[in-house]
């Protein structure tokens, strides 16, 4: 298949590309360049009737009634097929979302082992157990239904595979709606799709705004699950109007992640891993440490490696091997940082690197900001408490384990958390008292297939990535058998 730009896409749906019914289109940009990329067709309500009915159809027919083995069959082929095309993917991910095509490569192969992963698990199926006396139980899961995967603009084709792969194992079909600003790379892996073998209606595609487009998912009846992924405010507003009809909804929500050095670590190698974990992908992520807290002992030595660590972060032409941060998504999205980096300037913070966009005029035309580090600000800052999705670390010392636990903690959200320190069993218990869905401990990595990733408090439920997510993908039927020979008789008539 070829994967070269394209000025034009359509939707998918029913295995067709195919324009929207009203025929309007939207232009999206490249964030490097701020230059129109391609042209999309703008779905609306009726397109998304269109695909929830493909979907149901694809259930009620050959998808529905393949095996699991074939289910298992067609995931890996999936995943063999975008391996082959994976820098093509990458470049275009990279060209649409902006960001440094190292990250997008390894993007793309975390969409490439969650299919693995979950074509493993397609055949998972219930569980037989004795219960008591001649009762037996059987547990059978279901496919949910129709499933709405509501997919952000930061990581479109990894969380596009995240969700993809657990709903197709289970042997759902989908509605796929991409944020508006991201559409093309799960366009194209629906496209894989057909080309492997997945039959017509299994993956759709509807392009177009969150107000339309996603809120015509959320409340169509046909859409049994919704999965989301993107602000908390957003997700509040899907929850609520999910209601209306019981959907099953799993939502991957925002984050304030604290990042915890203790006063015994390798502090340049600390300081370098911890420059990554909130930098990477211009720190445009959900589980960006995005708060930095400091044993006092070590605190102007560790500043002093993770201020010039930063400072030797490559900012520049997202396609470049060599760049570490590429540009923010939107023009929009730059102001919004530069705000918040105004605002920690009022609110008596002090900027030791970065703090503005680059003078780099090859630069110029697109959306960078330069990797900001601030300090001197309280932990109930604004900038401390409100997730900012872009480049800027607030740095803040502490004294001891228990006041490093209280401020990792003292947040709306609890998505994730990092822990450097070489006294394991400090490790564990630091990690037993932070309440966040995924911690890690002297890395900054926080996520891989088979590993459950998902928000403790107001950065969601349902966890993706793991067994527990097919789960969340079925319905489970318990079938109680009384083995004796003859019925039950409680009333003893
Ligand atoms: P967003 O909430 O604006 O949009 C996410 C998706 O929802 C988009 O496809 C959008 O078009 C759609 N949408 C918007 N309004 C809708 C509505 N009323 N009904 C249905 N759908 C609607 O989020 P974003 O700005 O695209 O993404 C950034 C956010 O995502 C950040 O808060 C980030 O933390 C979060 N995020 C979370 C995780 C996680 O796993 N927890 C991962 C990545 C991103």
């Known amino acids: 298949m070829d994967l070269s730009p394209r000025a034009r896409y359509a939707l998918i749906i029913d295995g067709q590309q195919v324009e929207a019914a009203s025929g309007e289109t939207f232009t999206v940009i490249n964030p490097a360049t ?9 779905g609306g309500p009726e397109d998304v009737d269109r695909a929830v009915d493909a979907a149901r159809r694809a259930m009620e027919g050959k998808w529905g009634r393949l095996r699991p083995a074939d289910r298992t069959r067609l995931l890996y082929r999936l995943a063999a097929a975008m391996a082959d095309h994976a820098a093509d993917l990458a470049r275009l991910e990279t060209l649409n979302v902006g960001k440094a095509i190292s990250s997008t490569y390894a993007e793309v192969y975390s969409a490439i082992e969650e299919l693995e992963f979950f074509a493993g698990l397609a055949r998972a199926a219930g569980e037989a157990f004795p219960l008591a006396g001649s009762l037996q139980v059987m547990t059978q899961r279901d496919p949910v239904g129709v499933c709405a995967l509501i997919v952000p603009w930061n990581y479109p084709i ?7 792969a657990p709903a197709l194992a289970a042997g759902n079909a989908v509605v796929v709606k991409p944020a508006s600003a991201t559409p093309i790379t799960a366009l194209m892996l629906a496209e894989l799709a057909l080309e492997v073998g997945f039959p017509p209606g299994v993956i759709n595609v509807v392009t177009g705004p969150g107000s339309t487009v996603g809120d015509a998912l959320v409340t169509h009846p046909g859409v049994a699950k919704i999965s989301f992924t993107g602000e908390t ?3 509040k507003n899907i929850m609520r109007k999910a209601a209306g009809d019981l959907k099953r909804v799993s939502l991957e929500l925002g984050g304030k992640s604290p990042n915890l050095v203790f006063e015994d670590v390798d502090i340049e190698a600390t300081a370098a891993a911890s420059v990554w974990a909130i930098f ?3 720190g445009q992520s959900c589980e960006a440490r995005s708060r930095l807290f400091v044993h006092k002992s070590i605190y102007d030595r560790f500043l002093d490696a993770f201020v010039s660590a ?3 972060l490559v900012v520049g032409d997202p396609l470049d091997r060599n760049t570490h941060v590429g540009a923010l998504i939107s023009p929009q999205q730059v102001e919004r940082v530069d705000g918040y980096v105004k605002l920690a300037l009022e609110e008596g913070g002090r900027v030791l690197a970065g703090g503005s966009r680059p003078d780099d005029a090859a630069l110029a035309r697109g959306n960078f900001y330069l990797p900001t580090v601030i300090e001197g600000l309280g932990n109930h800052s604004r900038v401390c408490q409100e997730e900012i999705f872009g480049p800027v670390v607030a740095v803040q010392p502490f004294a001891d384990e228990d006041e490093a636990v209280r401020l990792a903690n003292d947040t709306q959200f609890g998505l994730a958390a990092t822990v450097f320190t070489r006294d394991a069993a400090r490790a564990l218990r630091v990690a037993r008292s932070i309440k966040a869905g995924t911690v890690t401990v002297n890395t900054p990595f926080t996520s891989f297939a088979g590993v459950p990733f998902g928000g403790f408090k ?3 439920f349902g966890r993706e990535r793991a067994l527990e997510t097919l789960h969340l993908y079925t319905e489970t039927r318990s079938v109680i058998i009384n083995t004796g020979k003859g ?3 409680p009333f003893g008539l």
């Open 233 to 235: 405010e957003t997700g």
């Open 280 to 282: 990477y992908s211009a």
């Open 458 to 460: 107001a950065s969601g």
């Open 310 to 312: 930063t400072r030797r």
């Open 487 to 489: 019925p039950h008789n």
């Open 158 to 164: 990894m969380l596009t595979g995240w969700k993809l």
């Open 34 to 42: 701020n230059e129109a990329l391609a042209t999309f067709a703008k």
